[in-house]
């Protein structure tokens, strides 16, 4: 989602319940896609990744599912915990000079509540 | 396998002074890239080097320079420090092939006063 200055897109849940954060990407020639999820005073964390030639992706309690036709793309968080409270920003990258090069979305914050 | 270390942690400049940041990636790691992360302007690509070369750079203006040396760890610096230049500034080290993740540190905190 988007934010406005200091305020980021707030996702509350229970503890136990799955989580959906949303993302809309702009580049259509981004063609490799990640999640990361910050706690506070911490760096980024990668969390799962996914290319434009497949549409789904799961690791450990994690999904992240690609529309390319709508540019979106979403990470769900099976079974929620108080761990997992946290800003997950997305980001979508294209191919530069060799690597990729990621734009990060601007981030939404994941509250658990036990 | 320890992971990409920062320093210093924290640092508060003044106006017009420059800087100097650190950033050891994780060993085996080829490519460092360098973030700021605002309120404002969320994470934002700096550069990007690869064995010793700049490959990538972001929309940033010539006051923020970066180097890597042999052994792959990187130095950034901002000169002519301004207000707005206050941020969290990130460090990132990958294996450095295309679609390799990003593992980052924790980060400097500068202020500018």
């Known amino acids: 989602g988007e934010s406005v200055g200091l305020h980021l897109p707030t996702l509350s849940v229970q503890e136990g319940d799955n989580s959906i954060i949303n993302c809309a990407y702009s580049n259509s020639a981004s063609d490799y896609f990640i999640w990361y999820k910050q706690e506070s005073g911490k760096g980024p964390q990668f969390i799962i990744d996914i290319r434009s030639n497949m549409d789904k992706r799961q690791g450990q309690r994690v999904t992240v599912l690609l529309n390319k036709t709508v540019k979106h793309l979403s990470l769900q968080i099976a079974a929620t915990q108080p761990g997992d409270s946290a800003v997950y920003f997305c980001?979508?990258?294209?191919?530069?000079?060799?690597?990729?090069?990621?734009?990060f979305g601007r981030g939404t914050s994941l509250i658990v509540h036990p | 396998k320890a992971g990409v270390t920062q320093t210093p942690r924290y640092l508060i400049k003044t106006r017009g002074q420059q800087v100097t940041l650190s950033c050891s990636p994780i060993s085996g790691h080829r490519s460092v890239s360098w973030y700021q992360q605002t309120p404002g302007q969320g994470l934002q690509f700096l550069f990007e080097?690869?064995?010793?070369?700049?490959?990538n750079k972001g929309n940033f203006p010539g006051r923020f320079s970066g180097r890597q040396f042999s052994n792959s760890r990187s130095e950034m610096n901002v000169s002519t420090l301004e207000l707005g230049d206050s941020a969290l500034y990130l460090c990132?080290?990958?294996?450095?092939?295309?679609?390799?993740?990003?593992?980052f540190g924790n980060g400097t905190r500068l202020t500018v006063t």
């Open positions: 990132a080290s990958s294996i450095g092939h295309a679609d390799s993740p990003l593992h």
């Open positions: 080097y690869f064995s010793e070369t700049q490959r």
């Open positions: 980001a979508e990258s294209y191919p530069s000079g060799g690597s990729y090069i990621p734009t």
